[in-house]
């Protein structure tokens, strides 16, 4: 089988490294790729918005499934692209149409969704630019802190947490009058904040049935004990202790199932992945936010713990028959450390020599931001490399992915030492 992976980042990578293990597997490209994923496959130059470019080249390479990294092609149309034109229809896109991906497209859909779903969620109300005032009147009558968040896709910017009155009623006039986040911003979800601890649950879905993968959690702040800027994902560890048994079987029977169900009820057709954002509050969940597709760094926890064959799982989805397909997960701990470039998640260099990734021997380094320049691997984005290790405890995986992502220098890195360490149970 040829499978082309549509992606640049660690996702991509960590696709690309367990479909590489298939014997199903056939050819494997990747759209762009980076450094790393050119050991798995074979890297193509094509924007990951280039449908016609993407699809003359799945045409010309035989390509039978397309597996959609992130988010912006999905909620831009790839899958509508592909089934509009009768060429193509015979290819496989993992990764929902334009309607399924305003999930993550649309937070004011989203919750609409989980509301007519009775799904577990924040309350909330949606304002633009017609009810402005009354939005701001609806600030007076909410506890603090309170959640503002952009309606569309805003490069994961779009969400604030305000503390006090004022800046909740500065920033939600920022933001619709102001265009703070740009058209993102133009409709606004004012949400209930949600005091807890936060989770991901991801599920493959062929619209009919399902399978659930490993949960995971992951760290967004650049600064050691949780402090500092959001980033894109500094580390995540899969599974997640507090999400036991019981915790998760609640989140099967009051999100996942509704979720699915209510898409077929809707007449929403659904192929691909659904990242359900949870906050464990005092141990029931609530759904915070989905996306349509795989989360990073979560996926280069996740992916390694699949035992099952991925190709198998992905052709299973693409036929419509993914509750045949084995799927098991192994027991043991997936640690994640990301290494970032100085600077990062403000302003910071490209171009970094990276030296001493052969030396890396019990984890698995995937490549985020990287690229080869005559041969060599440099820094290429401001999320640089994933290390991940599996080990039996979580105590082991935290040492071991932490110590190798010390062994490996390019100028001016970081990596956060404590990933995890708020896990570990004294």
Do not use: W
């Not at 490209?350 to 060599?376: C, D, P, R």
């Amino acid at each position: 089988m040829n499978i082309l992976i549509i992606g640049s980042g660690g996702r991509e990578s960590a696709f690309a490294y367990k479909l590489s293990q298939s014997p199903k597997l056939n050819q494997l490209f990747i759209a762009p790729g980076n450094a790393g994923t050119a050991s798995y496959g074979q890297n193509v130059d094509l924007k990951v918005t280039d449908f016609e470019g993407i699809a003359d080249f799945a045409l010309k390479n035989e390509i039978q499934i397309i597996l959609v990294g992130p988010e912006e092609p999905l909620v831009k149309g790839i899958h509508d692209y592909f089934l509009a034109r009768e060429d193509l229809r015979h290819i496989a896109i993992v990764g929902p149409q334009k309607q399924g991906a305003q999930l993550e497209g649309s937070k004011d859909f989203s919750k609409e969704f989980m509301e007519r779903h009775q799904i577990p969620t924040a309350a909330y109300r949606t304002f633009d630019s017609s009810n402005l005032e009354e939005g701001l009147a609806y600030l007076d009558t909410q506890k603090l802190p309170i959640v503002l968040k952009a309606d569309g896709l805003a490069a994961g910017k779009g969400v604030l947490i305000c503390e006090t009155l004022e800046d909740a009623k500065a920033e939600l006039k920022a933001m619709i009058s102001d265009a703070k986040f740009g058209a993102a911003s133009a409709k606004v979800v004012i949400e209930e904040f949600l005091n807890g601890i936060e989770l991901s649950v991801f599920v493959l879905t062929d619209g009919e049935s399902y399978k659930v993968l490993p949960s995971a959690k992951d760290y967004k702040r650049i600064g050691e004990g949780d402090t500092g800027l959001n980033t894109g994902g500094m580390g995540s560890i899969s599974p997640v202790h507090f999400a036991d048994e019981v915790f998760l079987g609640k989140v099967e029977e009051r999100i996942i199932k509704p979720t699915v169900d209510g898409l077929k009820k809707d007449g929403i057709p659904y192929k691909g992945f659904i990242f359900i954002g949870l906050m464990n509050v005092d141990g029931e969940p609530q759904v915070i936010e989905y996306n349509v597709r795989m989360g990073d760094p979560e996926t280069e926890s996740v992916i390694p713990r699949i035992e099952s064959d991925f190709v198998d799982l992905l052709e299973g989805v693409a036929q419509g028959n993914l509750a045949s397909r084995d799927f098991s997960v192994s027991p043991k701990t997936a640690v994640t450390v990301m290494m970032v470039s100085g600077g990062y998640p403000g302003d910071y260099e490209t171009g970094k020599a990276i030296a001493n990734i052969e030396n890396v021997k019990e984890s698995i380094v995937f490549h985020a931001g990287t690229k080869l320049v005559n041969g060599e691997v440099v820094t290429a984005g401001g999320r640089v490399l994933a290390i991940t290790t599996l080990q039996d405890n979580l105590f082991d995986a935290l040492q071991q992915a932490t110590a190798d992502a010390g062994r490996i220098f390019f100028e001016r890195q970081y990596f956060r030492r404590d990933i995890g360490f708020d896990l570990i149970k004294d």
